[in-house]
T-cell receptor, first 115, second 112 residues
Framework: AQTVTQSQPEMSVQEAETVTLSCTYD???????LFWYKQPPSRQMILVIR??????QNATENRFSVNFQKAAKSFSLKISDSQLGDAAMYFC????????????FGKGTSLLVTP | DAGVIQSPRHEVTEMGQEVTLRCKPI?????LFWYRQTMMRGLELLIY????????DSGMPEDRFSAKMPNASFSTLKIQPSEPRDSAVYFC??????????FGEGSRLTVL
């Protein structure tokens, strides 16, 4: 099974600053999807951004962008101009595009945003 | 369009009681997933349905857990009998094809 590793249990960033959350994964497949989900205290799982492995261009959604390094199997999330509302748990996830199987999640990174 | 709807949002029960969690996926989605979230183990896949058929239930902890999907718009996760170690947040999610999963708000279960 594919494994997803988030090596930073906790991160902290000041409001308006930039922070990068790390994620690595292990797979032998060439076709897959990667996701970042946000889970605020309300516990709702919210999709932040997605990346198709066949696309070389890094995905961007407003203040959120990824650095996808396929050969290195790395998928980091950059949050620019951090806001208090960005404080949450962030989960990196992998999904096979071949088998259409379920998401494999990392353990999560807790992001604290300080004023 | 409504998102994934789960009920109940909170459930407190006594050990040994039966618990039934319910899920209505997004209309048109063909895959449904049940996940369990705990502090110790994170997000674990319990079972995955595709076109109402269970594809993989290897994540179901033991025989006390069972899941059904009688039609495309409804699924249940049942625990009988419940134990304190079953206390967790249970998420239902659905998807269309191999894209992202859309999650419900989760059901927080506390077994005393």
């Amino acid at each position: 099974a594919q494994t997803v590793t988030q090596s930073q249990p906790e991160m902290s960033v000041q409001e308006a600053e930039t922070v990068t959350l790390s994620c690595t994964y292990d797979t032998s497949e060439s076709d897959y999807y990667l996701f970042w989900y946000k889970q605020p205290p309300s516990r709702q799982m919210i999709l932040v951004i997605r990346q198709e492995a066949y696309k070389q261009q890094n995905a961007t959604e407003n203040r959120f962008s990824v650095n996808f390094q396929k050969a290195a199997k790395s998928f980091s999330l950059k949050i620019s101009d951090s806001q208090l509302g960005d404080a949450a748990m962030y989960f990196c996830a992998y999904r096979s595009a071949v088998s259409g199987y379920a998401l494999n999640f990392g353990k999560g990174t807790s992001l604290l945003v300080t004023p | 369009d409504a998102g994934v709807i789960q009920s109940p949002r909170h459930e407190v029960t006594e050990m040994g009681q039966e618990v039934t969690l319910r899920c209505k996926p997004i209309s048109g989605h063909n895959s449904l997933f049940w996940y369990r979230q705990t502090m110790m183990r994170g997000l674990e896949l319990l079972i995955y349905f595709n076109n109402n058929v269970p594809i993989d239930d290897s994540g179901m902890p033991e025989d006390r857990f069972s899941a059904k999907m009688p039609n495309a718009s409804f699924s249940t996760l049942k625990i009988q009998p419940s134990e304190p170690r079953d206390s967790a947040v249970y998420f239902c999610a659905s998807s269309l094809g191999v894209g992202e999963l859309f999650f419900g708000e989760g059901s927080r279960l506390t077994v005393l």
